[in-house]
């Protein structure tokens, strides 16, 4: 059974792509210079576009580092290697852990300890500022200025009455040198218990202010002390996280997702710093390329609008796209502006699946024996046969396309199936990021004959168009149908009969190959085509076919 849904899914695809492409029979020209083919007039959508030529690049690159310093142990990939998502790619020694880890162990120790001391001295502040703003302590500092105030008294009580008995003898006989300089000692004496006095009742009256300044001050030293006990416990959570973080940290490196690696900076044996760029990851499924484009063709374009990348290499391989980025600053060359566009390529495997999930929807309002409006119209332009087309889509509506398992996000839907249709021979690789895919030889131009040619690389020369007008369902007629005689454009219509008729038509949009019709033909309407050819070739009418129309 997923054989079989397999192939069905794949084969919508690429008749969806077919038909779009107009990638179904036609006429064959043999060697000859000329060949006139009829064609049915159709509605389908027109697109013009701007071409210019870069290379692609790979757009989602990560440099990968390890978590710390140390010393390489194994390098298990080499430049270019494909790997898988949580691989393991390189590796430390494990024998530099244990020193790093007892390391960070003591400097948990010592903070812890300076913490404990933090602890101490904050709580040594605030039992001194609870003491300072207690009664007890007020009092205690009130009843000891007093108790300094009634010492100082006595004192100077003391020191007075000496001096008044060395006073009076020095009246008495003020000649006598001992008399003199007892008096003169008595004397200072009582000026300082004076002044001792003074001091102590000064402080007794500012006993009240004194207490409010030791108060602040203590206030303020407990402040310190919070700040300290809690820089101190920071760093204890420092220390902490440091150890923690050492003994989750990973001692590999891995890769974050499918990809390949593009670049190594690791010897084995050497020492590697922690965040240093040590191997750089590439998703093989995430292409970009820059363009030039000139000044003349810039205001026709904006970020977002869609483009498409056709590589040169193989030339069936046209990739969606879109502008992602327009320099705002243009590149001047011998006097030649131009400006760098960035276009970033879709995935194929979403494009794929987009397209299931568009013919699905297509078959759901469908009646019974009735073709899509993809088969109808190739079946009307003589691309296949209605046997064909009724087998096509019998097989379609029995069919439930495949969606991609849960965690296989990067992977392809179709697993490494292929299949064959009449003459037509389609292959699809095992995932998107080896793109084995093999388009079908004769109907997509050059064929893409090897996995190989297929692959998508750094560096590959692209054509990148980008769409500048797009109208959807008008009125599409062969730009090589229309002639022009007095300014007025003409074509030949088959009429019923088998005759035609030269009957001018009104035009308007034209991408050189195909062009709008406005009036003078209505749809099924058929006229005569002129081709030229120098070679054998065949033709496919692909203008005909519904989507975006491309030179």
């Given at each position: 059974?997923?054989?079989?849904?397999?192939?069905?899914?794949?084969?919508?695809?690429?008749?969806?792509?077919?038909?779009?492409?107009?990638?179904?029979?036609?006429?064959?020209?043999?060697?000859?210079?000329?060949?006139?083919?009829?064609?049915?007039?159709?509605?389908?959508?027109?697109?013009?576009?701007?071409?210019?030529?870069?290379?692609?690049?790979?757009?989602?690159?990560?440099?990968?580092?390890?978590?710390?310093?140390?010393?390489?142990?194994?390098?298990?990939?080499?430049?270019?290697?494909?790997?898988?998502?949580?691989?393991?790619?390189?590796?430390?020694?494990?024998?530099?852990?244990?020193?790093?880890?007892?390391?960070?162990?003591?400097?948990?120790?010592?903070?812890?300890?300076?913490?404990?001391?933090?602890?101490?001295?904050?709580?040594?502040?605030?039992?001194?500022?609870?003491?300072?703003?207690?009664?007890?302590?007020?009092?205690?500092?009130?009843?000891?200025?007093?108790?300094?105030?009634?010492?100082?008294?006595?004192?100077?009580?003391?020191?007075?009455?000496?001096?008044?008995?060395?006073?009076?003898?020095?009246?008495?006989?003020?000649?006598?040198?001992?008399?003199?300089?007892?008096?003169?000692?008595?004397?200072?004496?009582?000026?300082?218990?004076?002044?001792?006095?003074?001091?102590?009742?000064?402080?007794?009256?500012?006993?009240?202010?004194?207490?409010?300044?030791?108060?602040?001050?203590?206030?303020?030293?407990?402040?310190?002390?919070?700040?300290?006990?809690?820089?101190?416990?920071?760093?204890?959570?420092?220390?902490?996280?440091?150890?923690?973080?050492?003994?989750?940290?990973?001692?590999?490196?891995?890769?974050?997702?499918?990809?390949?690696?593009?670049?190594?900076?690791?010897?084995?044996?050497?020492?590697?710093?922690?965040?240093?760029?040590?191997?750089?990851?590439?998703?093989?499924?995430?292409?970009?390329?820059?363009?030039?484009?000139?000044?003349?063709?810039?205001?026709?374009?904006?970020?977002?609008?869609?483009?498409?990348?056709?590589?040169?290499?193989?030339?069936?391989?046209?990739?969606?796209?879109?502008?992602?980025?327009?320099?705002?600053?243009?590149?001047?060359?011998?006097?030649?502006?131009?400006?760098?566009?960035?276009?970033?390529?879709?995935?194929?495997?979403?494009?794929?699946?987009?397209?299931?999930?568009?013919?699905?929807?297509?078959?759901?309002?469908?009646?019974?024996?009735?073709?899509?409006?993809?088969?109808?119209?190739?079946?009307?332009?003589?691309?296949?046969?209605?046997?064909?087309?009724?087998?096509?889509?019998?097989?379609?509506?029995?069919?439930?396309f495949p969606e991609r398992p849960e965690g296989k996000e990067g992977e392809s839907p179709f697993g490494g199936r292929g299949f064959a249709f009449g003459d037509r021979a389609f292959a699809f690789g095992e995932n998107s990021s080896g793109g084995n895919i093999q388009f079908p030889a004769g109907n997509l131009g050059q064929t893409v004959t090897s996995t190989s040619n297929f692959q998508l690389r750094e560096g590959l020369t692209v054509t990148v168009n980008i769409v500048t007008q797009e109208i959807n369902d008008v009125l599409l007629v062969p730009s090589a149908a229309i002639t022009m005689k007095g300014g007025q454009n003409?074509?030949?219509?088959?009429?019923?009969?088998?005759?035609?008729?030269?009957?001018?038509?009104?035009?308007?949009?034209?991408?050189?190959?195909?062009?709008?019709?406005?009036?003078?033909?209505?749809?099924?309407?058929?006229?005569?085509?002129?081709?030229?050819?120098?070679?054998?070739?065949?033709?496919?009418?692909?203008?005909?076919?519904?989507?975006?129309?491309?030179?």
């Amino acid at each position: 059974m997923k054989i079989i849904r397999t192939t069905f899914a794949f084969l919508i695809l690429v008749m969806t792509l077919l038909i779009v492409s107009g990638c179904g029979k036609g006429v064959r020209t043999e060697e000859t210079e000329e060949q006139t083919v009829i064609q049915t007039v159709t509605r389908g959508n027109l697109s013009l576009d701007i071409s210019a030529v870069g290379n692609l690049a790979l757009s989602q690159k990560e440099t990968l580092a390890f978590e710390l310093t140390g010393t390489v142990k194994e390098v298990l990939v080499e430049v270019g290697d494909y790997v898988e998502e949580e691989q393991v790619l390189a590796t430390l020694d494990t024998s530099e852990r244990d020193d790093q880890l007892k390391t960070l162990t003591r400097a948990i120790e010592t903070k812890d300890q300076a913490l404990l001391q933090a602890e101490i001295n904050y709580q040594n502040a605030e039992d001194a500022l609870d003491r300072v703003n207690s009664q007890v302590y007020a009092d205690q500092k009130k009843a000891e200025a007093e108790l300094e105030v009634a010492n100082a008294k006595i004192s100077l009580a003391s020191v007075q009455e000496i001096y008044d008995i060395v006073e009076s003898q020095y009246l008495d006989n003020w000649t006598v040198p001992e008399r003199i300089r007892n008096y003169n000692q008595k004397k200072a004496q009582l000026d300082i218990a004076k002044i001792v006095l003074i001091d102590a009742e000064k402080k007794l009256a500012d006993v009240s202010v004194d207490l409010e300044i030791e108060r602040e001050t203590k206030q303020k030293e407990l402040v310190i002390k919070k700040s300290q006990l809690e820089d101190a416990q920071q760093q204890l959570d420092e220390a902490i996280a440091a150890l923690e973080e050492a003994q989750n940290q990973e001692w590999n490196i891995t890769a974050p997702y499918e990809g390949f690696i593009t670049k190594i900076n690791l010897v084995e044996g050497g020492t590697i710093q922690k965040g240093a760029a040590a191997i750089v990851i590439a998703d093989p499924d995430e292409f970009e390329a820059e363009v030039y484009v000139s000044e003349m063709d810039i205001f026709n374009i904006a970020v977002g609008v869609p483009a498409t990348a056709k590589v040169d290499a193989a030339q069936s391989l046209i990739l969606p796209a879109e502008v992602v980025k327009i320099s705002p600053t243009a590149t001047i060359q011998q006097g030649v502006v131009n400006y760098t566009v960035k276009i970033k390529i879709r995935s194929i495997d979403d494009m794929i699946i987009e397209a299931g999930e568009t013919m699905q929807k297509a078959l759901e309002d469908l009646e019974p024996g009735e073709l899509p409006p993809t088969l109808e119209r190739a079946v009307e332009a003589g691309r296949m046969t209605r046997e064909e087309a009724e087998e096509i889509a019998k097989g379609m509506q029995n069919f439930e396309f495949p969606e991609r398992p849960e965690g296989k996000e990067g992977e392809s839907p179709f697993g490494g199936r292929g299949f064959a249709f009449g003459d037509r021979a389609f292959a699809f690789g095992e995932n998107s990021s080896g793109g084995n895919i093999q388009f079908p030889a004769g109907n997509l131009g050059q064929t893409v004959t090897s996995t190989s040619n297929f692959q998508l690389r750094e560096g590959l020369t692209v054509t990148v168009n980008i769409v500048t007008q797009e109208i959807n369902d008008v009125l599409l007629v062969p730009s090589a149908a229309i002639t022009m005689k007095g300014g007025q454009n003409y074509v030949k219509v088959v009429l019923p009969d088998g005759t035609t008729e030269e009957r001018a038509i009104e035009t308007g949009v034209s991408d050189w190959q195909n062009t709008e019709v406005i009036s003078g033909l209505i749809e099924g309407d058929q006229v005569e085509v002129t081709l030229t050819s120098s070679s054998s070739s065949t033709q496919s009418g692909g203008f005909f076919g519904p989507g975006i129309i491309r030179r």
